[in-house]
């Protein structure tokens, strides 16, 4: 069953964000278009039976309707290569990309999107994002730094269409489709969290080069951990049927198979595949991808399978030939996979972690370990944190009278 997608935004933005959801499998995408993104929280009261999550085409529309939202939600980042982007487009025109005044955007990720390009700053002026921030604030804004052959960068479509009014040359960014595919996979993810929380069917396929009593005989005791029950699934296999809340908790919410061990301990090679859905056949099917999957991991692994294409490695023992740095690598690739962010920054984090042992650390140590702005952490970790493999643990005083920061504990 697909995961119904309502984008949000203006006309053009909408049709473009929706192409790149729909190309995603798994995923059908309900169009809302506003002629203002004040109407954004009408359109989610009024829609909100007709999706099980809300894309919007950027933070002003996705913060407006954040008092009324009942379903998952995420909003489309605007990042840097967006940006070099619109100064490709106005240098093709014949613009001077010298001089701009750009709104929502973070000063850092300008200045260091054009330090990379190598274009001068003195007379570039930006507006970030605050909560409660207007489109006729943004407007002002952009009216204070009106200046000779000035070019104004806006995210908002309101604040285009004022400006152009104004006789300004004014360029509306567009996301980049890394954007709008790292903001789907984000919300598919929380999505999934959500749906899987209210999913009661949760099934296990158990392969062995074993015979079937053997595989039976030390499936029972797994069965038993898992309070479901077992049965011959054919084709040499097992079939374990159980809850996903007491899969979950059996696997500390899908990070870990200790049963795993066991059967590893007495079977030569053993693949597990969980699969969780909304029905028995959806759970099977699942669970099949799932057992494939876990093959690619070892002799030894066991995985679990979601809707959307979400996979998660709940634990693999490699051969001794292979060595502890293939495991790390694969482990590495599915989280990376599962919670949009590159196998190199995966990497990074890991090595950090192991750095670090049971250290607490903030968006400002993340920030500075990566050499990635705050904000850039703050989306790293709140990524891994849905993921579960971030938790946070507290807070540590930020010194002067700055908000204390969050701390977080990396279980990579």
């Not at 010298?98 to 709104?103: G, P, V």
């Not at 607490?360 to 493999?389: F, H, M, N, P, S």
Request: glycine residues 8%; hydrophobic residues 45%.
């Amino acid at each position: 069953m697909d995961t119904i997608v309502g984008v949000v935004g203006p006309r053009d933005l909408v049709d473009h964000v929706a192409a790149v959801c729909e190309s995603q499998s798994g995923v059908r995408v309900e169009r809302f278009t506003y002629g203002h993104e004040s109407d954004a929280p009408r359109i989610v009261q009024e829609h909100a039976p007709m999706v099980d999550a809300w894309l919007f085409t950027g933070i002003i529309p996705y913060t407006l309707a954040t008092p009324v939202l009942t379903r998952p939600a995420s909003f489309v980042d605007y990042s840097g290569a967006t940006l070099l982007q619109a100064l490709v487009r106005l240098l093709r025109g014949g613009h001077d990309v010298t001089r701009l005044s750009i709104d929502t955007l973070g000063a850092a990720d300008v200045r260091s999107v054009l330090h990379e390009a190598e274009i001068p700053t003195d007379d570039v002026h930006t507006l970030a994002f605050r909560a409660g921030e207007s489109s006729e604030s943004l407007v002002a804004f952009h009216r204070r730094h009106a200046g000779e052959d000035t070019i104004a960068i806006t995210c908002v479509s309101s604040v285009r269409d004022a400006l152009a009014a104004d006789g300004r040359t004014v360029l509306r960014l567009v996301p980049s489709r890394a954007s709008i595919s790292s903001a789907l996979h984000q919300l598919l993810l929380i999505t999934t969290n959500q749906i899987s929380e209210g999913a009661q069917v949760a099934l296990g396929l158990v392969e062995s080069g074993a015979s079937a009593d053997a595989l039976a005989a030390e499936g029972a005791p797994v069965a038993m951990a898992l309070a479901g029950t077992v049965a011959d699934a054919g084709d040499g296999r097992l079939l374990l049927v159980t809850t996903y809340g007491r899969l979950a908790e059996v696997t500390d919410r899908f990070r870990a198979a200790p049963f795993l061990h066991r059967l590893a301990a007495r079977l030569t090679t053993v693949h597990v595949g969980f699969g969780v859905g909304r029905s028995a056949v959806e759970a099977e099917t699942f669970a099949r991808r799932a057992l494939s999957r876990a093959g690619n991991h070892g002799p030894v692994a066991a995985v679990a399978s979601f809707r959307n294409d979400i996979d998660i490695l709940l634990e693999a023992q490699q051969d001794d030939s292979e060595g502890a740095d293939a495991l790390d690598h694969a482990s590495i690739g599915v989280v990376a996979a599962r919670v949009g962010l590159s196998v190199p920054t995966l990497q990074r984090l890991h090595q950090l972690s192991e750095e670090v042992g049971a250290e607490l650390l903030t968006t400002r140590d993340i920030a500075e370990r990566l050499g990635v702005q705050q904000r850039t952490a703050r989306r790293v970790l709140q990524r891994l944190e849905l993921a579960g493999v971030a938790e946070r643990s507290g807070s540590r005083s930020a010194g002067g009278s700055g908000r204390p920061l969050t701390l977080y504990r990396l279980r990579l």
